[in-house]
């Protein structure tokens, strides 16, 4: 952490452990830290440090197929799926998705469940008629369009801590998820989606790369104006390789997928979801309304748990409290304020409970 503010260092200076509790980049756990730092210095396969692989070669090849290897190892992706490696995170597929997915229709459907799904409808709306419809944590609506391309949901609203309890299913479109903060970190039944994608900077902790799953029937699609390193079928014909892709990012994505493989998989990934989570929500339902969540209990995500101070005037100092004690950016997204957790994979038990052992003293001290 380059920029650390000056009561951050204060409890570093103090030896205290510092949790990283940000929205995204994600923290990374320090064996792959460790690894990641060797690597760039040398990378044995490619004789030289990591930055100036060629990707082209025989090295980047193995990092690139070793990547999709392992996650359709995790995530038992059918073969009839393509996994493609794309620069833009998930925000640069908010206009690849009709772009390459529309096809002849000029309809979408839209769940609007917070403040990432709008941001997809919008950009969506730039392309096609919207259908926008009205989220509910237990099930999709049932109103969704049948002539619709495709219908969008976005699984984890990492800015307002709300979720889909149990991920929906839909017999008459393709369903298009935006698992961008948690991907692998819950079960996911692939052949239930017509495309799944997420930005690798949450639970990959690469910036700048969005891993896209997508039936192979829905490629073939994309409009003619659709530029072809963000064509689907183009970018599935070429192996993601149709230009130099971004190589650190995927290199990352390969450490942190080896990292979810030996700490478990992605069933022990979610359990962990669960169990910190739930070590949060325990604090602010104990605290007789002096912290405050207004997320609905079906609806509350496991990854961002977000709430707020019932004395407003506190969230200050609740913030710089923290940080005194070594709980980094726990501040709620500029649009929305309050306080935000986010639990990623690399997120140890033991930051958790003390966050949460914190917060409870804090109640005391102030409530
Ligand atoms: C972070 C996030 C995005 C945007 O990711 P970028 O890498 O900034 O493009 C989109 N959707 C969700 C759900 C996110 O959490």
């Known amino acids: ?153 976005t699984s984890n609203e990492t800015v307002d801590g709300w979720a889909y309890a149990q991920l929906p299913r839909l017999p008459t479109v393709p369903l298009v998820a935006d698992m961008s903060s948690d991907f692998l970190a819950r079960a996911v039944t692939v052949s239930d989606f017509g495309l799944i994608y997420a930005s690798a900077q949450k639970n990959l902790g690469a910036t700048g790369l969005a891993i896209v799953i997508v039936r192979r029937d829905l490629l073939g699609r994309a409009a003619s104006s659709t530029p072809a390193v963000f064509d689907y079928t183009r970018q599935s014909a ?46 602010i339902d104990a605290s007789a309304g002096f912290y405050v969540c207004t997320v609905p209990i079906a609806g509350r995500s ?6 707020t101070l019932r004395d407003e005037a506190l969230t200050a100092v609740f913030l710089r409290r923290a940080q005194q004690e070594g709980f980094m950016h726990l501040a709620g997204h500029s649009q929305r304020g309050g306080i935000r957790a986010s639990l990623y994979n690399a997120l140890p038990d033991a930051a958790v409970s003390a966050l949460a052992e914190f917060m409870r003293d804090f109640a005391r001290r102030r409530g």
């Not at 030896?15 to 040398?42: D, K, M, T």
């Not at 206009?95 to 469940?113: C, E, F, I, K, Q």
């Not at 030996?262 to 910190?276: F, P, Q």
């Open 238 to 283: 070429a192996r993601s390789l149709l230009n130099t892709p971004p190589t650190f990012a995927v290199y990352l994505t390969t450490r942190m997928l080896q990292w979810v493989r030996a700490n478990g998989g992605v069933a022990a990934m979610e359990r962990a979801s669960l169990r910190k989570s739930a070590r949060l929500y325990d604090a």
């Open 302 to 307: 496991r990854i961002n748990v977000c709430f």
């Open 1 to 153: 952490m380059a920029a650390l503010s000056a009561s951050a260092a204060l409890a570093t200076a103090r030896a205290l452990p510092v949790h990283n509790f940000s929205a995204g980049p994600s923290l990374l756990p320090p064996s792959v830290i460790e690894r990641v730092s060797a690597e760039v210095r040398h990378y044995e396969p490619a004789g030289g440090p990591l930055p100036e692989i060629r990707f082209t070669g025989p090295a980047f090849g193995d990092l690139i197929e070793t990547a999709e290897a392992d996650l359709r190892a995790l995530m038992d992706i059918p073969s009839d799926y393509a996994v493609l490696f794309m620069a833009g995170g998930a925000t640069a597929q908010f206009s690849l998705l009709p772009l390459n997915l529309l096809g002849a229709r000029t309809r979408a459907s839209y769940v609007d469940s917070g403040y990432w799904s709008r941001r997809a409808l919008q950009e969506g709306r730039r392309y096609c008629s919207v259908q926008s419809l009205d989220a509910d944590p237990d099930r999709l609506p049932e109103r969704v369009a049948s002539e619709s391309a495709y219908c969008h949901i």
